[in-house]
């Protein structure tokens, strides 16, 4: 029904707007309540109470990086298998058995990224 | 859809922005009492019966403390990300359901909704770690990114998995109130026990709770993304991850305990919430008990659970559950067989992974014991 869709997407995307207003009204009664008094010691940068040394924005681990490259490779991988999912059971056995099949090459493309050491900390 | 509607959709989801606010509440309070419990102390006490004001009394303090901001921050970012943290948690209760009629959106593909939503509060841990311009906390959300990213795989898996499984029982699988309806006989719990385990360790793990709290870490990195914010903003976080406790705890009982399946529920409609809540708090309670015996893990061991271990496990999970449903779809087998033989599987799966992290323990323990021995 098409009436039933404008009211279940009416309901998420003013959800959306209270999420936002809700919390942003919490800022604004914290912001007429709250005491302010700004001062150079409040303004530096927290670091356990030692006066902060170098840039804020340090370096840290490549691999990180990595495996946010691994994620994006198996989220897409979810996006295949979503609509796979959904219409699975009227397929022909073929196109049912070359989804399991990518599946497989996937697999072993994390073995082999295992077997290379990109999932060890070194 | 006419302005009536649009009033109607504003009221309840006023009532529901309320509802999870108090819900926040309600947990945190019972977090401090149980935890209190389990460690032979009393917990709050003073702030009115058994302390159950105190949470409520703590959220007044935040309001009223000041909002202090470093002068090295990017303002816009760090104003902004709050927001984003606690809107995408907030928009997955839209399409939650609390009995069989009662639902304010209930989406067809409700499942693929929530796997996506759940992926966006990664984007504002992100962003508060760096805006805030400070070394910890540019730690913190990347430990926070890679976590959430990794563990939101096998979580996935284990999802879809449950919406494979659904489709031998009704014809809106992907659809959380489809989901619950067709687990009216037997819940997945009891079907497909590997993918509620992924399920609740991804979970934890999305949510930060320990022995997850990596991207926390008081003790090394003073609370990781959140370490400049203060007052009502930091409180947003707090928020958040206690809705988001919340939020994966009523997940795991629609997919995972039935719903507000029990015993006469069909009679008896007003028992269903009853129940409903009754699951979800008894997993929440589950979660409680997790935190307090355990310490925090290390990193690389955490990234390492989650791809060596939970992924190829609730890979193999999935194909197995796709296999068997369709198996059985094309042969016509008896039910009770296919649900049988998905559960021996899972379970004989469960039993592989636990026997890996034993020996990969006892290996680890001997070569520390080696090491003293010199």
């Known amino acids: ?122 | 859809m006419t302005l009536l509607d649009l009033i109607t959709i504003a009221v309840i989801v006023f009532v529901l922005f309320n509802g999870v606010l108090t819900v926040v509440l309600g947990v945190i309070w019972a977090e401090r009492k149980a935890l209190a419990r389990l460690q032979q102390r009393v917990g709050p006490s003073r702030t009115g019966p058994s302390g159950i004001l105190q949470t409520a009394a703590d959220a007044v303090k935040l309001m009223l403390k000041e909002d202090v901001r470093p002068g090295s921050v990017n303002r816009l970012i760090f104003y902004l990300a709050p927001l984003l943290i606690f809107t995408p948690i907030f928009m997955l209760w839209m399409v939650l359901p609390f009995s069989s009629g009662l639902i304010l959106s209930d989406l067809d593909i409700g499942l693929f909704y929530v796997v996506a939503i759940l992926g966006l509060s990664v984007v504002g841990h992100v962003l508060a770690g760096w805006a805030s311009n400070n070394k910890y906390a540019l730690l913190g959300s990347a430990r926070n990114a890679a976590q959430l990213i990794s563990y939101e795989l096998p979580l996935v898996f284990a999802v879809l998995a449950v919406g494979l499984l659904a489709q031998t029982a009704t014809d809106r699988p992907f659809s959380l109130a489809g989901i619950v309806e067709a687990q009216g006989g037997v819940p997945y719990l009891l079907i497909m026990p590997l993918g509620f385990a992924l399920f609740l360790v991804g979970a934890l793990a999305e949510t930060a709770r320990i022995p997850f709290d990596i991207p926390h870490a008081e003790e090394e990195i003073v609370g990781g993304a959140f370490v400049e914010y203060s007052g009502i903003r930091w409180g947003v976080f707090f928020l958040t991850e206690y809705a988001g406790l919340a939020t994966m705890a009523f997940l795991a009982a629609i997919l995972f305990l039935g719903g507000w399946n029990g015993p006469f529920s069909d009679q008896f409609p007003p028992l269903q919430p009853l129940y409903l809540i009754l699951k979800i708090s008894a997993i929440i309670l589950l979660v409680f008990w997790i935190r307090a015996p355990l310490p925090r893990l290390r990193i690389d061991q955490l990234m390492a659970f989650a791809w060596k271990l939970a992924i190829p496990a609730s890979l193999v999970n999935l194909v197995v559950v796709a296999t068997v449903v369709y198996a059985q779809q094309r042969n016509d087998w008896e039910l009770w067989l296919a649900g049988g033989i998905i559960s021996v599987v899972s379970i004989a799966l469960a039993v592989v992974t636990g026997f890996i992290i034993q020996r990969r323990r006892e290996q680890r323990l001997n070569q520390f014991r080696q090491r003293w021995a010199q």
């Open chain 1, 1 to 122: 029904m098409p009436g039933e869709y404008a009211f279940n997407w009416a309901a998420i995307a003013i959800a959306a707007v209270f999420g936002f207003g809700g919390v942003g009204s919490f800022f604004l009664i914290s912001r007429i309540l709250a005491p302010r008094r700004a001062s150079t010691l409040t303004a530096i940068a927290y670091e356990c109470g030692i006066l902060p040394t170098g840039e804020g924005n340090t370096r840290y681990n490549v691999r990180y990086y990595l495996f946010a490259l691994f994620f994006l490779i198996f989220a897409v991988e979810t996006v295949f298998l979503f609509p796979w999912a959904f219409v699975f059971l009227d397929l022909p056995p073929a196109a049912f058995y070359s989804m399991i099949i990518f599946l497989v090459v996937l697999f072993f493309g994390l073995v082999y990224a295992w077997r290379k050491g990109v999932l060890s900390w070194r």
